[in-house]
């Protein structure tokens, strides 16, 4: 029969290989959690990046395309016409951004996607504006003789045209003023929403944080048509 000393010192072996293990599997929770929230902010600062990206994409259109036809009547015709329009830039990586579904921030998850699909909404607009100039505008109006840099009248640069191209035209280049304009506006207000969250989410850690330089202009003014 085992003596008291020889229990006593079996279960304090046991308790202390219990505590050992106990131990051991805390530790590796802990760093699992630790390892899945950095890889959570990382994803979470490569979404607040490519917001402000998308934001200084068109901001640059605005500034240097649309601005200096803003309002005039003949924006429609002369609104600069692009061989290289914007480009679509890195898209959000929606597997590494689960993680705001899975803990309480789906709204935020939602207007990311939303605000991709219509960032390439306005990129397409201006691609296919630009193509209609390119290809059926500067061919037409060099048929009917017109001059480089030579001041023309818009109605004889509507009869040129002709009535289905010069609707187009207007419609794409109404569009652009409106998606562009509003894209300014709601990219800004993501990315407040995207860098709240994250902060929610991870109080003690840090995000990157961006400058808008210039405010952008809501482009609820008509466009000119």
Same mark, same amino acid.
């Given at each position: 029969?085992?003596?008291?000393?020889?229990? +006593?010192?079996? +279960?304090?072996? +046991?308790?202390?290989?219990?505590?050992?293990?106990?131990?051991?599997f805390k530790f590796q929770t802990f760093q699992k959690k630790d390892d899945e929230d950095q890889?959570?902010?990382? !994803?979470?600062?490569?979404?607040i990046y490519t917001v402000f990206a998308l934001w200084n994409v068109l901001e640059q259109y605005r500034k240097e395309v649309m601005e200096p036809?803003?309002?005039?009547?003949?924006?429609?015709?002369?609104?600069?016409?692009h061989p290289a329009p914007p480009a679509k830039v890195d898209r959000f990586q929606s597997s590494d951004l689960q993680?705001?579904?899975?803990?309480?921030?789906?709204?935020?998850?939602?207007?990311?996607?939303?605000?991709?699909?219509?960032?390439?909404?306005?990129? @397409?607009?201006i691609r296919s504006r630009?193509? +209609?100039?390119?290809?059926?505008?500067?061919?037409?109006?060099a048929t009917?003789?017109?001059?480089?840099? =030579?001041?023309?009248?818009?109605?004889?640069?509507?009869?040129?045209?002709?009535? @289905?191209?010069?609707? =187009?035209?207007k =419609?794409?280049?109404?569009?652009?003023? =409106?998606?562009?304009?509003? @894209?300014l506006v709601s990219l800004r207000a993501l990315y407040t929403e995207l860098r709240t969250g994250l902060q929610t989410l991870f109080p003690q850690r840090k995000f990157v944080e961006v400058v808008f330089q210039e405010p952008a202009k809501a482009?609820? !003014?008509?466009a000119a048509a």
């Open positions: 029969m085992p003596e008291w000393k020889d229990v +006593l010192a079996a +279960l304090a072996s +046991l308790v202390a290989s219990f505590a050992g293990a106990w131990a051991a890889k959570a902010v990382g !994803a979470g600062n490569r979404a036809y803003r309002g005039k009547p003949d924006a429609w015709l002369n609104l600069a016409a993680f705001l579904l899975e803990r309480g921030q789906a709204s935020v998850f939602a207007s990311l996607m939303l605000e991709e699909q219509r960032f390439n909404l306005a990129v @397409d607009l630009s193509e +209609l100039v390119l290809n059926a505008v500067f061919p037409k109006m009917a003789g017109f001059k480089v840099g =030579q001041d023309q009248s818009l109605n004889d640069v509507e009869a040129a045209l002709g009535e @289905d191209v010069c609707h =187009q035209l =419609q794409i280049t109404a569009a652009i003023y =409106q998606i562009v304009g509003e @894209d482009a609820n !003014a008509a």
